[in-house]
């Protein structure tokens, strides 16, 4: 994280569904980290990974290093009096939650998008050495590297299930060939 510049940011893949969102940062990560929704398990395990997503936003907004990212910025409190004229679009998590209970978010896409607008806001505010842009950068990751896991587990699951049926299908095809000779 430390010494990249927002070139290096922007090439970096991730979460390719979501197309290219223009000046949205792309975090360096290892490329076995790198987490992209697999799709094609249907709406329901969409929904699984969309509770699990905001479960884990959850644990990140419980962590001390959160706290700036909790509540909407308030440029004299913060004492940041041009935050509204540099960002074009503020998000923080306790808006993405409530988003989240209005239900905003369809699938698990629309809700990193907005997490990952609350890392590029930070970034083009503070820069990417600060603190805070550091602490946002880790939510991130900790987000994608979880969601991968679970998302694997789901998918092994769901393999394991489509395989089942398939084998049983078979198994009956093969008894009724059996039966009719």
Same mark, same amino acid.
């Given at each position: 994280?430390?010494?990249?510049?927002?070139?290096?940011?922007?090439?970096?893949?991730?979460?390719?569904?979501?197309?290219?969102?223009?000046?949205?940062?792309?975090?360096?990560?290892?490329?076995?980290?790198?987490?992209?929704?697999?799709?094609?398990?249907?709406?329901?395990?969409?929904?699984?990974?969309?509770?699990?997503?905001?479960?884990?936003?959850? @644990?990140? &907004?419980?962590?001390? %290093?959160?706290?700036?990212?909790? !509540?909407? $910025?308030?440029?004299?409190?913060?004492?940041?009096?041009?935050?509204?004229?540099?960002?074009?679009?503020?998000?923080?998590?306790?808006?993405?939650?409530?988003?989240?209970?209005?239900? @905003?978010? &369809?699938?698990?896409? %629309?809700?990193?998008?907005?997490? !990952?607008? $609350?890392?590029?806001?930070?970034?083009?505010?503070?820069?990417?050495?600060?603190?805070?842009?550091?602490?946002?950068?880790?939510?991130?990751?900790?987000?994608?590297?979880?969601?991968?896991?679970?998302?694997?587990?789901?998918?092994?699951?769901?393999?394991?299930?489509?395989?089942?049926?398939?084998?049983?299908?078979?198994?009956?095809?093969?008894?009724?060939?059996?039966?009719?000779?």
């Amino acid at each position: 994280m430390h010494g990249a510049d927002d070139s290096d940011l922007l090439r970096t893949p991730f979460l390719k569904r979501l197309g290219e969102l223009e000046g949205v940062p792309r975090i360096p990560k290892k490329a076995n980290e790198e987490w992209e929704p697999r799709g094609g398990m249907g709406e329901k395990v969409e929904m699984k990974l969309l509770r699990k997503a905001f479960k884990i936003l959850n @644990k990140i &907004i419980k962590r001390g %290093d959160a706290s700036p990212f909790n !509540r909407p $910025v308030d440029p004299i409190l913060d004492d940041c009096e041009d935050y509204f004229s540099r960002i074009e679009s503020p998000m923080e998590y306790h808006k993405i939650q409530e988003n989240g209970k209005i239900g @905003k978010y &369809i699938s698990v896409i %629309d809700l990193v998008r907005d997490i !990952r607008l $609350v890392v590029r806001n930070c970034h083009q505010y503070n820069g990417l050495s600060h603190d805070f842009s550091v602490a946002a950068s880790k939510h991130l990751e900790m987000l994608e590297n979880k969601m991968k896991e679970y998302e694997d587990r789901l998918y092994r699951k769901h393999s394991i299930k489509s395989m089942e049926k398939v084998v049983k299908i078979c198994a009956r095809a093969n008894v009724r060939k059996w039966q009719k000779n």
